[in-house]
Structures are given as structure tokens and as C-alpha cells.
């Protein structure tokens, strides 16, 4: 009886399937609602920019926001660097968590923590589209979007108590979209001294992770913990305005501040020798400090005079006295043609000691060789009065950051008068009908300033400074800045090019000490020159 009933049950149930199958495939087929109307199609041009972002979450920022530009050439270098780029990153991983792998694992008692292998995957980030910010500070602003979804491989082996478990990080994305301030730009290469990253939103972090061969990731409710309390945890870090900071240089290294005046006083030259057939020479000295951009002081010409005085007093800014020398040089005089040098010497700042005055009797030698033999014959003598005064230590910035701020004019300063300090940055879109070689000309109560000349540049930079020391504020007086642009060819068919010029009032500066901006060029089409102009006083 229970065997009947078994195979009874067994056909009812195919049966019953059966018979389902078939009356629900023909109520489908013939119950069909007629009230389903086709959807509205809207053009793309009718819709916001909040339902396109939603329609479209993969199109590329630079579609969807103007102020970002394409940045395809990055990513093509990144694609094709990213093997070489792989190795090196990795390399550098293991070689800095080595030490702090040793320093911490003797708290825990483990024996060892190593990677078994540790590499990034074959696919590189790429960059969206990139954010470039222009400020009149020292420093370059960027803000990429980035996107990588990766196929890393990083399995880091624990032993400890004589077992091994290995962890495996796999399957990684990162959507991020950081703010990277390169700051400040120094004359020193790599050019910035500092790198500064924030992120402007929660990052996006998603990845595998298996232990022991296991995925974690698979436990409900532990997904969704680690990836909030990894966004969490970023964003409390480096969210805006927090930020990460990595120094690249040395600022007092990279960008050196002045840190005293050297004064000269050149006295008198003995015995040197005739370069003139006809009649004695025409001597003058030039002075230059060496690592330093601004021009050589000269003196006085002395004409026909093998035995000159001069009695005249320079002063130099000095920004390190330990590596800085002072370069003095001879030359002959020529109405045409090339000066003759005469002989020269140097003194290294290091031998003075501060605050004292050294009377020194140098012998003027053919170049600085010491082993050349040519250094043996007379070549005269030149008597030289050396002072180095450094600046008091309030008086100096206390860190790199404060470079903007402005020194005390150093001692022997005029009473009631200071120093004049015009820094020339940098010109953007200058261009010349003939060429564009630009430099800049300075002109400021009769004394005339020129920085170095940058070929073929429509948007020069010369981070130049120039000092002029006055007897008082010069509340109504201007400075007449202009670029120009010379041939560098010789002949006349291109003469010199005024490319465009500025009157700059120095009321302001005098009140406020120090104006950093950047001045439209008259009569330039889109020309601008960014100046820095301090006024520094004993007080």
C-alpha cells in the first residue's frame, strides 16, 4: 500500500508540473496588458547636468566640467612606463617598510613579516582630466581626477609561534580626486621643495582580501566596514583643508636667504702691469660674489694709472658665508674693443670673522689656478678693506615659510631711509614682431638694472633681485619696469624690441612693505610681468 501510494504521489507530482507549465505559458502569450505604452526618448540636450552625470557616470570629467583639461599624453606615459614604474614602486615599498616592519614586530612576538610577492598589476591609473590652479604665489596648484582599477598581487607572509598564515590583497580600485600643491618653487632641481596632498571629497576604495586562502570580503556586514572605515579614516587625515605633507628639499638649502651684508671698501692698487703699448693702462675692479645672480659692482675708471686709488665702499648681499667667496677682478679699460683683465683674486667669506674689519694686501694672479705657472709672474697688488656683518637672528625668517616676509634693512642704513628690494619673477605672453628674447630693464633714479636674457620665450621666468639703498621712503617716486627683447644675430637688420613697459607707484609698497602682483604691459597685447617689491627699513 505505501509502495502504490509513492508512485501515485511520484506521477501526481509530474502531472501537476507538467499541467503548470503549459497554463502558465499560455496565459503569458495571450493575457497581455494592454496599457504598456512605449517610453518617452529624450535628446541628451534636453536633460541637466545632475541626470546626465546619472545616465552617464563613466564619461570623463573633462566632458562634464570645462574648468578640466584632457590629459591623454599622461596616460599614454603612464601606460607605457607603468612595468618600469611597477618595479621601482615596489622596490621602494619593501626598502621602507623594512625598518618599520623590524621595529614593530618584536611587540607582538612575531618571528617574521615578509612579501611573497608584491606587485601593482599590468594596468596603470588614469587620469580623467586635471585642474590647474594659477596663483601669484610661489607654487603650482593641481587637482587630477583619478580612476584605477587594478589587478595587484601583494601576499604578505606572518610567522609566528612556529605557524604561517598569509594574507593576499587583490582586485584593488581607487576613485580619488586629490588637490597636489607643489610648493614653493625653488632654483633648485627638482624646482619645489615641498609636495602637499589633500583630497577634495571621500575617496572611493574598494579591494579583495583573503586569508589563508580565504575571502574575507565574502563575511556579510565586513565589506561594507572596511570600505567606510577606510574612507572614514583617509578623509580625517587628508580631507581638505588637511593635508599630506613630503618634503623633497631642504628648504635653507634650496632656496638661501640672505643672512648678512658684506661691505666692501676697495682702497688702492700697486704696481700693476701696462697692457697699453701707447701710454699706461685705465684700470677699474669688478666685484662679484660667487652662487649669486646679481651683477658685479664696479668702480671708478682711472685713467693712465698703474698705481690707482679708488676709496670707494659696495655693499653685497651675503646668503652663505660658509660656501660664498668674494671674486675681485682688474680689468684695463678700452674705449673699443674687449677690457683687458689684469689680474685677479678671491677671498672666501669663511676667513672673516663677523663684525670686524680686515685690511687685506692681495696678489693679483692671471686666474685662480693655483698650478698654473703663468700665477708666478708680478701682476700687481690690490689693498681691500673687508667687513661681513650678519643679520641678528630676529631679524631672520624663523622657517621656510615665512620667505615672504620682509628682513630689516641691514646696519649703516640712512636714518629714515631703507632698502628698495624689486624682485623680477616672471612675464607672460610677450612676443616681438622680429624675435622674442626677453629681458627686463629696470630704471629707478637714474640707476639702471638689467636681469639675464631668456631666448625664444614668450612666457620668461628670471627670479632676479635687485636692491636700492635710499636716504628716504620713496613715497612719490615710480619704478619704470619694461621688457625687451634684442636680436641674437648680429647686424641691425632686427634692432632691440620694447615689448611693453609699467610705471609702478611705490606708495603702496612703503606703506604695506611688501606687494607681490602681477602688471598688464602698456603697449603689449596680453602681456603681464609678475614683480615683488619690499621695503625694508632698520626698524
Request: aromatic residues 8%; glycine residues 6%.
Amino acid at each position: 500500500m505505501g509502495f502504490l501510494s509513492s508512485i501515485l504521489g511520484f506521477c501526481g507530482f509530474g502531472v501537476g508540473v507538467s499541467a503548470g507549465l503549459v497554463i502558465g505559458y499560455f496565459m503569458f502569450i495571450y493575457f497581455q496588458p494592454n496599457d504598456v505604452k512605449d517610453p518617452v526618448i529624450r535628446p541628451l540636450v534636453e536633460r541637466d547636468t545632475q541626470s546626465l552625470q546619472q545616465l552617464l557616470p563613466e564619461i570623463p570629467i573633462w566632458v562634464k566640467c570645462p574648468d578640466y583639461d584632457r590629459v591623454d599624453w599622461l596616460n599614454k606615459f603612464l601606460e607605457l612606463m607603468w612595468p618600469y614604474l611597477d618595479k621601482a614602486i615596489c622596490r621602494t615599498a619593501k626598502n621602507v617598510a623594512a625598518p618599520i616592519i623590524a621595529e614593530q614586530i618584536p611587540k607582538y612576538k612575531i618571528d617574521s613579516v615578509e612579501f611573497e610577492t608584491l606587485t601593482l598589476g599590468s594596468l596603470p591609473p588614469t587620469f580623467q582630466g586635471m585642474k590647474v590652479y594659477v596663483t601669484d604665489e610661489k607654487e603650482l596648484m593641481m587637482e587630477p581626477y583619478l580612476k584605477w582599477a587594478s589587478n595587484p598581487n601583494v601576499t604578505v607572509a606572518v610567522k609566528a609561534f612556529g605557524l604561517k598564515a598569509t594574507v593576499q590583497v587583490i582586485d584593488l580600485q581607487i576613485f580619488a580626486a586629490p588637490r597636489i600643491t607643489l610648493k614653493p618653487l625653488v632654483p633648485s632641481f627638482p624646482c619645489f621643495a615641498k609636495i602637499f596632498v589633500s583630497l577634495m571629497e571621500k575617496p572611493h576604495v574598494d579591494f579583495g582580501l583573503k586569508l589563508l586562502g580565504a575571502d574575507l570580503m565574502s563575511i556579510p556586514g565586513l565589506y561594507r566596514f572596511v570600505q567606510e572605515t577606510i574612507k572614514d579614516q583617509v578623509a580625517n587625515m587628508y580631507l581638505w583643508p588637511k593635508a599630506l605633507e613630503v618634503q623633497i628639499l631642504d628648504p635653507s638649502k634650496a632656496m638661501k636667504r640672505p643672512v648678512g651684508i658684506l661691505h666692501v671698501k676697495i682702497l688702492r692698487a700697486m704696481k700693476l702691469r701696462k697692457k697699453d703699448l701707447l701710454g699706461a693702462s685705465d684700470p677699474y675692479v669688478k666685484l662679484k660674489l660667487t652662487e649669486s645672480k646679481l651683477p658685479s659692482k664696479k668702480t671708478t675708471v682711472k685713467h693712465s694709472n698703474l698705481n690707482p686709488e679708488w676709496n670707494e665702499e659696495f655693499s653685497m648681499v651675503v646668503k652663505d658665508p660658509e660656501s660664498q667667496a668674494l671674486e675681485i677682478s682688474v680689468y684695463d679699460w678700452e674705449q673699443i674693443g674687449k677690457h683687458d683683465k689684469m689680474g685677479t683674486n678671491s677671498v672666501p667669506l669663511r676667513d672673516l670673522t663677523p663684525d670686524e674689519s680686515k685690511t687685506m694686501t692681495l696678489d693679483l694672479l692671471k686666474n685662480m689656478d693655483l698650478n698654473d705657472v703663468q700665477n708666478d709672474k708680478q701682476r700687481g697688488q690690490i689693498v681691500v678693506e673687508l667687513t661681513y656683518k650678519p643679520f641678528k637672528e630676529e631679524d631672520l625668517p624663523k622657517d621656510f615659510e615665512e620667505a615672504g616676509t620682509v628682513l630689516k634693512a641691514p646696519e649703516g642704513t640712512p636714518p629714515g631711509g631703507g632698502v628698495l628690494v624689486v624682485i623680477v619673477h616672471q612675464a607672460e605672453d610677450v612676443e616681438g614682431k622680429n624675435h622674442t628674447n626677453p629681458y627686463v630693464r629696470i630704471i629707478f633714479k637714474g640707476e639702471e638694472r638689467k636681469t639675464k636674457q631668456v631666448k625664444k620665450n614668450r612666457d620668461p621666468r628670471w627670479e632676479e633681485e635687485f636692491s636700492f639703498v635710499l636716504e628716504e621712503p620713496p613715497v612719490n617716486d615710480k619704478l619704470h619696469v619694461e621688457v625687451i627683447s634684442t636680436s641674437t644675430r648680429i647686424g641691425l637688420l632686427h634692432p632691440k624690441e620694447v615689448l611693453g613697459y609699467i610705471d609702478i607707484s611705490l606708495s603702496d609698497v612703503v606703506h604695506n612693505t611688501r606687494i607681490n602682483e602681477k602688471y598688464h604691459l602698456i603697449d603689449s597685447k596680453n602681456g603681464r610681468i609678475q614683480v615683488e617689491l619690499q621695503w625694508r627699513t632698520a626698524k
